[in-house]
């Protein structure tokens, strides 16, 4: 179990034994009134057994507090489907794992993206994306599917320019500075091309400057999909978080990153000032 999902069943086993605590009763009081051995109310507060639905069932009604049912199975649900092993889902490639987001990108109207490192996805040029992707293959040790991946990135961007979207995008200063390619030719095409996303009419893309004044600090980048789903990625999982209590925080942090940064003008300087940076550089001679 990653330490990830272990925590996840901690907070859960917390969020129980406040319940339990809240009607007064002892863990073996809880376990009597539903008929349990005593020692699974311990398993459980301490996350090393996960409860089913009907245990949260009963949990609840033996406590008078059963409005917190739908809440709480939302919540094992996603404890029990939140990490997917990369290893496991990209074990044929990479295309199964961008192709697979498509209906997801083509259902959802309004997109919310934080990224503190890199370009996103849908914004990416194909020989920055292509670099992207070579790495993910070879640092996971998989199927080289690079052409095909690709593609199915490629294919994704279709959303920018069809149907009634929004994307409201918050990049840190860094994500224009973190040397994608061999070659400057690399970045500077992909700054040439967040300049050029920029006249998109809905795309609101804002910068938050390296020295700036910030109302939050920097965080994993995450991407906030309508009010229904979140998706965080680590270099061993990708989470998805699918209740609402926890799409809330996400949506109060993507809030300050927003107050956060600079729009407008202000972000085209950020990006025209990395692109001059790179102008700079003496050129490879290698």
């Not at 459980?44 to 059963?66: F, I, K, M, Y």
């Not at 917190?68 to 199964?96: F, N």
Request: with cysteine; hydrophobic share 40%; aromatic share 6%.
């Amino acid at each position: 179990m990653s330490t990830a999902t272990k925590r996840a069943r901690e907070a859960l086993g917390a969020r129980l034994r406040e319940i339990r605590q809240d009607a007064n009763l002892t863990g073996r009081a809880l376990a009597h009134r539903c008929g349990w051995h005593f020692t699974k109310v311990s398993k459980v507060e301490h996350g090393t057994q996960n409860p089913s639905e009907d245990d949260l069932r009963a949990w609840c009604h033996a406590c008078d507090s059963e409005d917190q049912v739908p809440d709480l199975i939302a919540t094992v649900r996603a404890i029990e489907s939140m990490y997917l092993e990369w290893r496991r889902a990209l074990c044929s490639g990479m295309k199964h794992g961008q192709k697979v987001l498509i209906p997801l990108y083509e259902r959802t109207r309004l997109f919310r993206v934080y990224e503190p490192g890199l370009v996103p996805g849908l914004f990416q040029t194909p020989e920055y994306a292509s670099t992207i992707i070579a790495h993910a293959i070879e640092f996971n040790q998989i199927p080289n599917d690079l052409e095909e991946a690709l593609a199915a990135r490629m294919e994704r961007q279709r959303v920018l320019h069809t149907g009634d979207r929004r994307f409201l995008v918050v990049l840190e200063e860094q994500a224009l500075r973190t040397r994608v390619g061999e070659t400057a030719g690399v970045m500077a095409g992909q700054l040439d091309r967040l300049l050029t996303a920029m006249s998109l009419h809905r795309l609101s893309l804002g910068i938050i400057p390296s020295m700036g004044l910030r109302h939050t600090w920097p965080s994993a980048g995450f991407w906030i999909f309508d009010q229904h789903t979140v998706h965080v990625e680590t270099p061993s999982a990708e989470l998805t978080i699918n209740q609402r209590s926890e799409i809330v925080v996400f949506e109060k942090k993507f809030a300050r990153h927003q107050q956060s940064a600079v729009y407008g003008q202000a972000a085209k300087d950020l990006i025209n000032k990395a692109l001059a940076d790179l102008s700079s550089e003496p050129p490879d001679l290698s």
